[in-house]
């Protein structure tokens, strides 16, 4: 079995410090959450940014800032920043993560429309086309989030058509948000079997979910993607002093299991990335 990669989505859109105060917005806190999850030992960093009040923001400014900032502290780690943004942003001011220097290695792919709790996470036919045709055009390489199982099956649709970037493809299964595929061990069963050979996967658990999807991916061969974005909490009622404290629980669970934990470069040639 490959090494595991972890992934630490370590700021999101939506949570606040309301909920945890350990939630990042500046740039030195996210910086602080980076190197926090990098050092008890995520691979990758999922990104989003905020402006300092914690308004979620899209800006290449800003993630220039933050990704410049990142890359001092931990400067080996995979960056994937969000073209998902926040509910309501339009597909411009969501690609707009992808315009920083270097070109980013990876970003998101949001494959298709769904409920988001109250909201709706609006990826048409079209925005998707126009995010496909950007990485294909920039070279970088999608994590394809598939929040509904029908998802994938749109997401390999257009990979057939060539209007998305093709095999290896890497695929995030997001499951848990309310109002989409719940993360049942059935349901991670059910979209692994039907991705193409070659491809790899993670399984991202929402909320109490978080380490209950951890354990059968890290048994089944696949990734594994903590952080604030996802849960807040380290276990029932004791919240997460840092993204930090997230990875080591699930360092800690590989360990268990007997699955070895990949470094940033072990992960890029995992994820067949270019160095
Ligand atoms: N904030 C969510 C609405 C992504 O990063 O690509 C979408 C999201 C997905 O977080
Ligand atoms: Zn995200």
């Known amino acids: 079995m490959e090494k595991l990669i972890i992934t630490a989505a370590i700021c999101g859109a939506e949570v606040t410090k309301e909920q945890n105060p350990n939630v990042p917005y500046t740039v030195e806190e996210i910086v602080r959450e980076a190197k926090s999850a990098v050092d008890a030992g995520a691979a990758i ?8 009040d914690g308004t979620p923001t899209q800006s290449h400014k800003r993630f220039q800032e933050c990704t410049d900032a990142i890359r001092k502290a931990c400067p080996n780690v995979i960056l994937i920043p969000s073209t998902g943004g ?9 690609l707009d993560s992808t315009n920083t220097n270097p070109i980013p290695e990876m970003a998101t792919l949001d494959c298709g429309t769904c409920n988001f709790g109250d909201d709706i996470f609006d990826n048409t036919m ?14 970088i390489k999608p994590e394809y989030e598939c929040f509904e199982m029908g998802h994938l099956d749109t997401i390999l649709t257009m990979a057939r058509k060539g209007e998305v970037p093709g095999n290896p493809m890497q695929f995030n299964f997001v ?6 595929t719940p993360a049942t061990v059935d349901n991670l069963c ?5 991705i193409p050979t070659g491809s790899t996967w993670t399984a991202t658990g929402i ?8 354990a059968p991916a890290i ?10 974005e996802d849960n807040l909490y380290l276990e029932r ?39």
């Open 175 to 180: 499951l848990g948000v309310p109002g989409c």
């Open 207 to 214: 909320g109490r979910h978080a380490f209950t999807l951890a």
């Open 126 to 139: 079209p925005t998707m086309r126009a995010f496909g045709k950007r990485m294909i055009e920039k070279g």
């Open 219 to 228: 048994v089944m061969g696949g990734n594994v993607r903590v952080g604030f």
């Open 45 to 52: 960093v999922h990104l989003h940014v905020r402006e300092d």
């Open 86 to 94: 926040a509910v309501g942003m339009s597909p411009d001011e969501r």
């Open 190 to 194: 059910w979209l692994v079997n039907k």
């Open 237 to 275: 009622g004791v919240l997460a002093k840092s993204n930090g404290e997230l990875v080591d629980k699930v360092v800690r669970m590989a360990k268990l299991l007997g699955r070895q934990v990949a470094t940033s470069d072990e992960a890029r040639e995992i994820l067949s990335l270019k160095h």
